[in-house]
């Protein structure tokens, strides 16, 4: 797509971006339903222990580690609208299968397992192409607040969605909440079929083998300095929080007693914080400049994540710890999310888009499903929390790639256009 092929005013007033945006808020509310309603499913009603919810939580996002640097050089090959098309259908379709096998009394967790390992594979082609997407529908001056609308929007369903997941859990039971899930993903594919993008495929004579394809891919991630250091703490990060993440429904619903409600509720009421921070970051990157907002919030969600194991200490005040705690990890998450994720679509040259998305993603997320099997393991050797206190000290582990690296000293992260030997300070 040229340049010039995006309109130039408001992202509203962009056909193409308003209509991919529209799909994407209804399948961010229907995922955030189906993340609260499938561990409550697991825990309270078939009565998973810690290893069976670190397989589940394993499952659902092992298919980063095992199918996605491929995917990332298939995804370049094809239309990545079409990818996403697809994406959704079987996402649909695997997640009405739960309600079926609930009511036909046969629902087990293995069957949990596999659904989950199935959404897996379809979101890894999803969450790829999603990323891949954006510069071919808007114009490059516009990527930062293209991000910064999707990035509201999912916050968004970070609120609504845990909060009406819990009630709709209530109403009429984890296992058929799954079908408002499947529901909007169906939604999306409508927005996505009404989309009408300008990307073009790459040339057949442009392709060549799969491994060289997969390399050219993980070299340009990693002889970016700055990149590489982005990636090591995002993947350290990511794995010390999915251990946390994945022993939080036992956490919450079975050590401290809270219901699927106040869970949601929580949940709700700490992602007001993440949209604050997509709302803040334009300010707060003008005030501090881009490279240092990096630190800035590494330092943030580390920090606060020693909240999550201290609630277990104080019970009396749980509840309200646990809200502050991730209401500034939303925060300070989404500040840093936003200008990395800005900062790769800008330096990474369009053909190379798909499988630099892909790179990162086979580290930052590969390494949640070995997260999610320790987690399963540690929770059941030393217990929930004190397993907790380990990932609270990962966290700060974490931050020392991007607040010890060249940062603060740079103020504005490079572009595409920057000479080479430049960006890799």
């Not at 499903?369 to 974490?398: D, F, H, N, R, Y």
Request: proline fraction near 5%.
């Amino acid at each position: 797509m040229s340049q010039s092929a995006a309109p130039k005013g408001s992202l509203w007033r962009d056909r193409n971006f308003v209509t991919l945006w529209s799909g994407q808020a209804f399948a961010q509310f229907g995922a955030q339903i189906s993340e609260l309603a499938i561990p409550v499913l697991a825990v309270l009603l078939l009565g998973a222990g810690e290893f069976e919810v670190g397989v589940l939580n394993a499952a659902n996002v092992a298919a980063f580690l095992l199918v996605g640097l491929p995917a990332g050089a298939w995804i370049d090959r094809m239309r990545k609208r079409h990818v996403m098309i697809m994406a959704d259908l079987v996402r649909a379709v695997a997640l009405a299968c739960i309600p079926v096998l609930w009511a036909l009394g046969v629902l087990q967790v293995w069957q949990l397992i596999i659904v989950a390992a199935v959404v897996g594979v379809a979101s890894v082609f999803f969450d790829v192409s999603y990323q891949s997407i954006v510069p071919s529908l808007v114009r490059p001056s516009q990527i930062a607040e293209a991000n910064g609308k999707l990035q509201s929007t999912y916050q968004l369903a970070n609120i609504a969605g845990p909060g009406i997941g819990g009630w709709l859990i209530g109403v009429i039971t984890a296992p058929l909440a799954m079908l408002t899930t499947a529901g909007t993903y169906l939604l999306s594919v409508v927005a996505l079929i009404l989309t009408r993008d300008r990307e073009e495929r790459r040339a057949p004579d442009d392709h060549g083998p799969i491994l060289r394809e997969i390399g050219e891919g993980l070299r340009f991630v990693f002889t970016e300095k700055l990149l590489r250091r982005i990636v090591g703490t995002t993947g350290t990060s990511n794995f010390f929080n999915t251990i946390s993440m994945t022993l939080l429904p036992l956490f919450l619903l079975r050590d401290l007693g809270f219901t699927p409600q106040a869970m949601g509720l929580i949940l709700s009421l700490g992602s007001i914080g993440g949209l604050l921070g997509v709302l803040a970051t334009p300010h707060l990157v003008r005030r501090i400049g881009e490279a240092r907002a990096l630190p800035v919030s590494t330092i943030g969600f580390s920090l606060v994540g020693l909240l999550l194991p201290l609630a277990a200490a104080v019970p009396a005040v749980a509840f309200p710890l646990l809200v502050v705690q991730f209401f500034v990890g939303s925060f300070t998450v989404l500040l840093y999310n936003v200008t990395q994720v800005t900062f790769r679509q800008r330096i990474t040259p369009a053909r190379l888009l798909g499988r630099m998305n892909a790179s990162v993603r086979f580290v930052v997320w590969g390494v949640m499903p070995i997260a999610a099997l320790l987690a399963g393991g540690l929770g059941s050797w030393i217990g929930v929390v004190p397993t907790m206190w380990i990932a609270a000290g990962g966290q700060l582990i974490a931050a020392a790639f991007v607040v010890t690296g060249p940062f603060w000293k740079l103020r504005e992260l490079p572009d595409l256009h920057t000479d080479a030997a430049e960006r890799s300070l």
